[in-house]
């Protein structure tokens, strides 16, 4: 009996052994390929974008594989560990230690942006309201407009701004004479679309309209102190999918391979069509003749063609002066950060910070610039 039980425990350990091998490669594989979506085109191939979706939660599986391997004395630990090294350059990306420089408001360019999302975030709750009142939008726009006033920024550039006759524009924002804005006309009434507010004067700007949605850019070009910058207010594609409501669906599937299938092909036709609307923003931007900076929701993360495409000859507010997570989404904080300030290469950041409020299901991103002497 007792060498029949000395089998059994060998040969469940050997399984074991063999799941564990298993999970172990097919997480590195993963993590590995997620490395892989900053620099593939998703036009190409959209595969690589959705590891890199979750390349936080895969360099946490991993870390927690290592842990198990080397406590199992495993060899395969090295397979994860190999696989982790190359996350260690990625890894400013979503955390940062630095701390804020210190520099007098004066001498800075502040500015905000932030996703309001129609004004239809339901109060002391994380939840987006399925069906809001024109009275309900508007008690919140009056908290956001007195929040983001309270702060104080030079320029604000809001995506998904609802409003119900643009005229009242100034009755929330009145000290931000200089605004630019493109809204699409709703069922209910009213508008939504990007609005950019600034202190100083709007010399010029338009908008860049992306085909088959509502999802867009308008630039500004802004004249600071002498200095003339361009500022991009974008909003790209998003995945439009609920994930609690995929869930559900899967759940109760009764054609689990083609739902699968479909919310691939509804998941890869996104990629493909933030790929054309990232692309344009990237050409025109180094057509521009001003410094030009991309602010707004960029519906992608770090790991991301998106992020890669438009950081070139730029420079990120939260790399270059945040502190601690840089999550902009409420949602599975603190995983996601899609909103973004990007500005040029040869200017400065003071102080990023992300305010963690609830009037969307977004987080407002601040940032001041230095502005480089002419």
């Not at 590891?51 to 895969?58: A, I, K, M, N, Q």
């Amino acid at each position: 009996m007792k060498r029949r039980g000395k089998k059994n425990r060998s040969g469940f350990a050997k399984f074991f052994g063999l799941v564990f091998r298993t999970v172990v490669i097919v997480f590195a594989v993963s993590l590995i390929i997620s490395y892989g979506s900053i620099f593939i085109n998703p036009i190409k191939t959209s595969i690589p974008l959705f590891f890199g979706l979750y390349f936080v939660p895969l360099v946490l599986i991993n870390f927690i594989l290592v842990i198990l391997g080397l406590l199992r004395r495993s060899g395969a630990t090295w397979v994860t560990f190999l696989a982790l090294l190359p996350s260690l350059l990625f890894a400013d990306l979503f955390f940062k230690w630095d701390k804020e420089n210190e520099i007098p408001r004066s001498d800075l360019l502040e500015i905000c942006t932030y996703n309001v999302g129609l004004f239809t975030q339901k109060k002391d709750s994380n939840l987006p309201g399925k069906k809001v009142s024109i009275e309900s939008r508007t008690a919140l726009l009056r908290d956001v407009a007195a929040f983001i006033t309270k702060q104080n920024p030079d320029v604000i550039c809001l995506q998904e701004f609802y409003i119900s006759d643009t005229s009242s524009i100034s009755e929330y924002f009145g000290e931000y004479p200089y605004r630019q804005y493109h809204l699409f006309k709703t069922r209910i009434g009213g508008g939504f679309g990007n609005l950019t507010l600034s202190r100083y004067p709007i010399i010029s700007g338009d908008k860049i309209l992306f085909s088959e949605g509502t999802n867009l850019s308008i630039y500004s070009d802004i004249d600071v102190k002498g200095s003339v910058v361009r500022i991009y207010n974008v909003h790209f594609e998003s995945h439009s999918i609920s994930f609690t409501g995929l869930i559900k669906r899967l759940v109760k599937s009764e054609r689990l391979t083609e739902d699968i299938a479909d919310v691939h092909d509804r998941v890869a036709g996104t990629f493909r069509k933030r790929a054309i609307q990232v692309d344009k923003i990237s050409a025109h931007t180094r057509e521009s003749i001003f410094p030009s900076f991309i602010c707004g929701d960029f519906n992608d993360t770090p790991m991301s063609y998106t992020y890669h495409n438009l950081m070139k000859d730029k420079k990120d507010s939260f790399n270059e002066s945040g502190r601690g997570f840089s999550s902009t989404y409420s949602y599975l904080w603190p995983l996601l950060r899609i909103d973004y300030i990007l500005y040029p290469g040869n200017f400065q950041s003071a102080g990023h910070k992300t305010v963690k409020i609830k009037y969307s299901d977004h987080y407002p991103v601040f940032t001041g610039i230095i502005i480089p002497e002419k």
